[in-house]
DNA sequence: AGTTCTGCTGCAAACGTTTGTAGTCGCATG
DNA sequence: CATGCGACTACAAACGTTTGCAGCAGAACT
């Protein structure tokens, strides 16, 4: 029912090739020739079937997302900033949530891989050798995990993590507890790894509590916790966490800063909403989106590529931090290292 | 370089169209040779090419999903919902963002045209007339919005409209604002047509504002309009935006819902993190979500279908409503009618 | 005048599938 | 022994494009 090239030719009265390449290399063809071809397409209401395209060429001009969970506020500013920067390039985006599923999330790169020109796979939470498997069916670029031998975009969160708790630190808490993140989460475990060093170095003492899966109900699951382990600070993976967390706390009528300091991960709109507002550590989501498309345009098809990104991270200090027990000629009111949003390049 | 369907029929010495019906129509092909198939293709790893299959059969098993905002949180539950009920039914949804750019949508809907067999048109924001000329492109089903001549799923928000004015009503509020939302859209206009006749029979004044970006920022925008008009209480035309004005009145000391009630529309995870809780209208988006994917699949190719879906609302009564300047009986303090998330179902 | 070049267009194969039709085989039936 | 049948499998055309190659005219060289 839909036009195809063959009615455009056939109505214009050309080779079906010359149609083609009207559309696809207008300088092979007379100016002429051209604009009658164009003419009779849009008659028609004439549109090239990528389909049939991609399957010729091999490039769909597609590029898959997959994200753990689009509702959390995390994952909206990258998948926007991801799209308009495709769509700059003439490519479109399809996104796709995994509910935290690693099975879902292998069946999904499987279903995309042979309609998408590549995949950026974000916050994934399969093995490593599962997602090296992965990269033989199609093109990935993982974002917020390292992954040995594929095209990487990174957040410094250990930076981030550590300044949270030198944050807290100078501040006066000397017992703070970690809300840790859910299991298969290398961010989670970065975070981990450079809050253990902080408290050590810093001669405080650091509670795990967790893993936990990344959400606002397990935060505020986890206040019993917290009061039980006696802290007077506490760093949650993500922000999400650090709001229920606040909530449940309120709810049991403990005052934060006043009584409890919390900070939180990512600086998600979330953040600036709540009473108080969120001490939290901004991650450069946009710029991680945009990079990511950049990674899999450039690299096309030579998928053993080892590029690595590395984005910064600052502490943005708000009002749910506060004086600890432990009183400190504190720092200053501001900590932040020069932020302009863009990466230190490496290889590995 | 990945392996084709004619590298499997090599490896296991029969033709390629029995490869084929080893696949997709396995009663026709003895057992054992359906296993032999099988096993080669599995260590090929042999995946079928979709879009070649599309190409012949002329359906992909796509669906694409095309949204306002995907950072607005009414969104992802839908999102969700109608992901998850697709991938039950062997498609893949396919989101895109428009930003709230009516050019973007139909670009978008024109993009996707030939890579899905259908699409989730969310709160469009073009007209009427553009959406059916878009319906010639793809099968289309429309949601939050009804379109004359095509399947669309709405949510009776006039009436959850009417029930929240006519609860603030009953706590005694005579001069209520309705903080409108985006212009090209339907909801919008259902709200202000109930709001105003709810009003009238009540004998109470609306003070209609905008219209407005339906965001938070925009939500906060319009304080001092609010408090200009003088007004006891606000219906706003979204969750988001209603946080927004509690919001910017906290900052200029105006209590909320003290000297002031607010009303949101959607229930958003949102309302039940806000101080004070937030009384909103409930809209069931995960089952709109569904139904629309339920709509598309089954209306398949015969796009000049009329169904209408609608869904009801509820109010759902929190803390941020409360007794206005003029003492009356009021009513209890619940009101919601029964209900299940399921639709009423008509014809027009 | 012959040759080469340039600018354009047509031809046909190819991409990886699906599917209608025809063929083969063994076996039971008449 | 011919016939028919059932169960299976091979053949080949088709889907809507792209693209290397060849062809052809005319212009510009030698």
Redesign the pocket.
Known sequence: MPA???DVAKASG?????V??A??APQ????E?RAHVLAAAEVLGYR??RA??A???GRTHNIGLIVADIANPFFPPLIKAAESHARGRDYHVFVADTNEDPGVEEELVLALAKQVDGVLLCSPRMSNTQIEQLSREVPLVVVNRPVPGLPAVVMDVAQGARLAMEHLVGLGHREIALLGGPRGSWTNREIRRAATLAARTAGAELVVLGPNAPTEESGSAQAEAVLRAGVSAVLAYNDLMAVGLIDALDHRGVKVPDQISVVGIDDTALSRRTRPMLTTVATPTAAAGRAAVDMLLQHGDDRRTTALVTLQTELVIRDSSGPGPHRTAGPGRRQQPPFDGVASESRE
């Open positions: 195809t090239i063959r050309v080779h079906v090739s010359t083609s390449r559309f696809s092979l063809v007379n100016a020739t090239p079937n049939a395209r399957l010729i060429t």
